[in-house]
C-alpha cells in the first residue's frame, strides 16, 4: 500500500453525489478522503461527514493515493481526467484511478493508455448496488486491472464491496462482465414489467400476483425488488428514484455495441432497450427506472372504458 505525503492513505473522490457522497463517507472512516463537487450544498454535507473539501478536482486530487470517479459516460471520463480542468496532469506517479462507472471496454482500455504514459493505473472497477449499500460498504465490485494496481487500490475497494470479484488482470474485464451483468439487469426488468402490465389487463391484483410469482420459479432479484417500486408506478408520481431509467438506456446500448462488435445476436436485450428508449421519449428518463412499466400500462386498468 502506497501513503501520501501526510504518511496516511489519501482517496480523493470527484463527484459527491447519490452514490459518490456514502462511497466518500464510507472511505472516511477509515482513510483520509478529499472530496470535490460542482454544488456546494454536496460540498456542505461531505463536510458535515467528515470530508475534506476543495474548491476544484485538481486541488482535491494533489497527493492523493487513489482517486475515485463515478461518471456517466466515456465522454464525461475523458473530461474529467483530460479535459480542460482535467486532473490526470495533477496526479502523482504510481496513483490509481479507479473507476467504479459503466462506460464500456474501449473508453476504460483508451484512457488505461494515456494514464500509463502519467505513471499512473487505471482500475476497472464497475459496482452494483444503491446509496445505501454504498455507505455500508455492501456493494458488489468486479475488478480488471493488473494485480499490482489492485494491491494499490486495495484499501478503497475492501471498505465498499462486500463481494469483490477480480475478473482478470486486464483492464476491461471489469467492463466486460458489468456489461454482460447490465444485459440480465436490463432484460428482467423489461421482463418484470410486462408480466405486471399483464396481470393487471388480465384484471389480476397486483401485489398478490407479485407475492405470487416471486415465491415460485419465475421469481428473481429484480422482479422482487422492482415488481415493489413498479406498483408504486401506478400511484402519483412513482417510486423515488433509485436508478434512473436513462441508466438502462446507456447500459443497454454499450451490450448492443459490445454484442456487435463480437458478432453476437442479442434479440432479447435489443427488445428491452427499446422499451427503456421509448421510457425516454415519454419524459421518463430521470424517473426511477421502475417507471417503465409506465411505457406498457400508462394508466390503471381500472380507469379504462369498460367493453361491452
Given at each position: 500500500?502506497?501513503?501520501?505525503?501526510?504518511g496516511r492513505y489519501t482517496v480523493a473522490v470527484l463527484g459527491l453525489g447519490a452514490m459518490g457522497l456514502p462511497m466518500a463517507a464510507r472511505l472516511a472512516t477509515r482513510l483520509?478522503?478529499?472530496g470535490f463537487?460542482?454544488?456546494?450544498?454536496?460540498?456542505a454535507l461531505?463536510?458535515?461527514?467528515?470530508?475534506?473539501t476543495f474548491g476544484s478536482a485538481q486541488e482535491a486530487v494533489r497527493g492523493a493515493d487513489a482517486v475515485l470517479l463515478a461518471v456517466r459516460n466515456g465522454a464525461q471520463l475523458e473530461?474529467?481526467?483530460?479535459g480542460e480542468a482535467g486532473v490526470a496532469r495533477e496526479?502523482?506517479?504510481?496513483?490509481?484511478?479507479?473507476?467504479?462507472?459503466?462506460?464500456?471496454?474501449?473508453?476504460?482500455m483508451a484512457t488505461a493508455e494515456r494514464l500509463a504514459e502519467l505513471g499512473v493505473d487505471l482500475v476497472d472497477a464497475p459496482l452494483s448496488g444503491g446509496p445505501v449499500r454504498a455507505g455500508n460498504g455492501d456493494l458488489l465490485v468486479v475488478v480488471g486491472a493488473p494485480e499490482s494496481a489492485i494491491e494499490r487500490a486495495r484499501p478503497v475497494l475492501d471498505l465498499l464491496a462486500s463481494t469483490l470479484t477480480v475478473v482478470g488482470d486486464r483492464v476491461g474485464d471489469g467492463q466486460a462482465l458489468k456489461t454482460v451483468n447490465q444485459l440480465l439487469?436490463?432484460?428482467h426488468i423489461a421482463a418484470a414489467a410486462e408480466a405486471l402490465a399483464l396481470a393487471d389487463a388480465l384484471g389480476l391484483d397486483r401485489a398478490r400476483t407479485l407475492d405470487a410469482l416471486t415465491a415460485g420459479a419465475a421469481g428473481s432479484f429484480m422482479l422482487g425488488d422492482r415488481g415493489r417500486r413498479m406498483l408504486e408506478a401506478y400511484d402519483g408520481d412513482g417510486a423515488p428514484v433509485l436508478s434512473r431509467l436513462d441508466i438502462f438506456v446507456k447500459d443497454l446500448g454499450i451490450v448492443g455495441r459490445a454484442a456487435r462488435e463480437v458478432a453476437?445476436?442479442?434479440p432479447v436485450a435489443a427488445a428491452a432497450e427499446q422499451l427503456f428508449l421509448l421510457g425516454q421519449a415519454m419524459g421518463l428518463e430521470a424517473a426511477d427506472d421502475s417507471s417503465v412499466i409506465r411505457v406498457l400500462a400508462p394508466e390503471l386498468r381500472s380507469a379504462l372504458p369498460a367493453e361491452g
Open positions: 500500500m502506497t501513503e501520501s505525503a501526510q483520509a478522503v478529499h463537487d460542482i454544488a456546494e450544498n454536496r460540498l461531505a463536510r458535515e461527514a467528515g470530508i475534506e473530461d474529467v481526467l483530460f496526479l502523482a506517479r504510481g496513483a490509481v484511478v479507479i473507476l467504479t462507472s459503466t462506460v464500456g471496454t474501449g473508453p476504460v439487469c436490463g432484460i453476437l445476436a442479442t
